[in-house]
């Protein structure tokens, strides 16, 4: 049974940093497309990053520069790294697992319970 278990969000200001973590069980890390999405209120989730088998990552342009996706392979945990953080950017932050280099959420197959970011003005 796979299980992703998101921790690492809060309350901070604009302009501030967080890293998050999505810890795993029942699946390597090292062995999938692990990614990140988020989802503010009343909007479709997106894609924020992945990272695959060659820890080769992937942005969306909006965090490109700011955000950094990064695994342990040792904790079988993979993080995501948010600097210079924007109001616009509070949203829901789930973790996914996919055996496949997608953008959608339809090609993730395991998903987190997700952890609450809020950025304040």
């Known amino acids: 049974q796979v299980q992703l278990v998101e921790s690492g969000g809060g309350l901070v200001q604009a302009g501030g940093s967080l890293r998050l973590s999505c810890a795993a069980s029942g699946r390597t890390v090292s062995r999938s497309v692990m990614a990140w999405f988020r989802q503010a209120p009343g909007k479709e989730r997106e894609f924020v990053a992945r990272?695959?088998?060659?820890?080769?990552?992937y942005y969306t342009d909006s965090v490109k520069g700011r955000s950094t996706i990064s695994r342990d392979n040792n904790k079988n945990t993979v993080y995501l790294q948010m600097n210079s953080l924007k109001p616009e950017e509070t949203a829901v932050y789930y973790c996914?697992?996919?055996?496949?280099?997608?953008?959608?959420?339809?090609?993730?197959?395991?998903w987190g319970q997700g952890t609450q970011v809020t950025v304040s003005s």
């Open positions: 996914a697992a996919s055996t496949r280099q997608g953008l959608g959420t339809a090609e993730y197959d395991y």
């Open positions: 990272i695959n088998w060659f820890a080769i990552t």
